[in-house]
C-alpha cells in the first residue's frame, strides 16, 4: 500500500521560509516520479514542482523561490520554500508521479502552510 506522510508545515511571515518533507513507503520510492501539489483555501488542487531521477519542474507560481529535492536512501521527499509570500497559504501534498500523471495518483494527508504578519 502506497503511504505518504507530510510534514513541516507551520505559520510563518511574509519574506519566511519552511521546508516540507514527506515520507513514503510501499512502493519503489527512489524509481518513482514525485509532485509537491498544494489547494489554497477555496480553490482546486494545483501542480507547484515534480522530481525524476535526476529532473526538477516547476510551476511558474513557485519558481526561483522553491527547491524540490528527493533522498532516497531515505524514502524522503523535500520542499524547500524561501520568500513565502501571503499567497502560498495553503495545504501541502505529497503526490506519487509527475506532472503529468499526478491527479489520478496517490497523496498524503497534507501539511499546512500559512504565510501571514
Known amino acids: 500500500e502506497v503511504q505518504l506522510a507530510e510534514s513541516g508545515g507551520d505559520w510563518v511571515q511574509p519574506g519566511g521560509s519552511l521546508r516540507l518533507s514527506c515520507i513514503a513507503s510501499?512502493?519503489?520510492?527512489?524509481?518513482?516520479?514525485m509532485t509537491w501539489a498544494r489547494q489554497r483555501p477555496g480553490e482546486e488542487l494545483e501542480w507547484i514542482s515534480a522530481?525524476?531521477?535526476?529532473?526538477?519542474y516547476y510551476a511558474t507560481s513557485v519558481k526561483g523561490r522553491f527547491t524540490i529535492s528527493r533522498d532516497n536512501d531515505k524514502n524522503t521527499l523535500y520542499l524547500s520554500m524561501n520568500n513565502l509570500k501571503t499567497e502560498d497559504t495553503a495545504t501541502y501534498y505529497c503526490?506519487?508521479?509527475?506532472?503529468?500523471?499526478?491527479?489520478?495518483?496517490?497523496r498524503g494527508q497534507g501539511t499546512q502552510v500559512t504565510v501571514s504578519s
Open positions: 503526490v506519487l508521479g509527475n506532472q503529468f500523471n499526478w491527479r489520478d495518483n496517490a
Open positions: 510501499g512502493f519503489v520510492f527512489s524509481l518513482s516520479d
Open positions: 522530481i525524476g531521477q535526476t529532473s526538477t
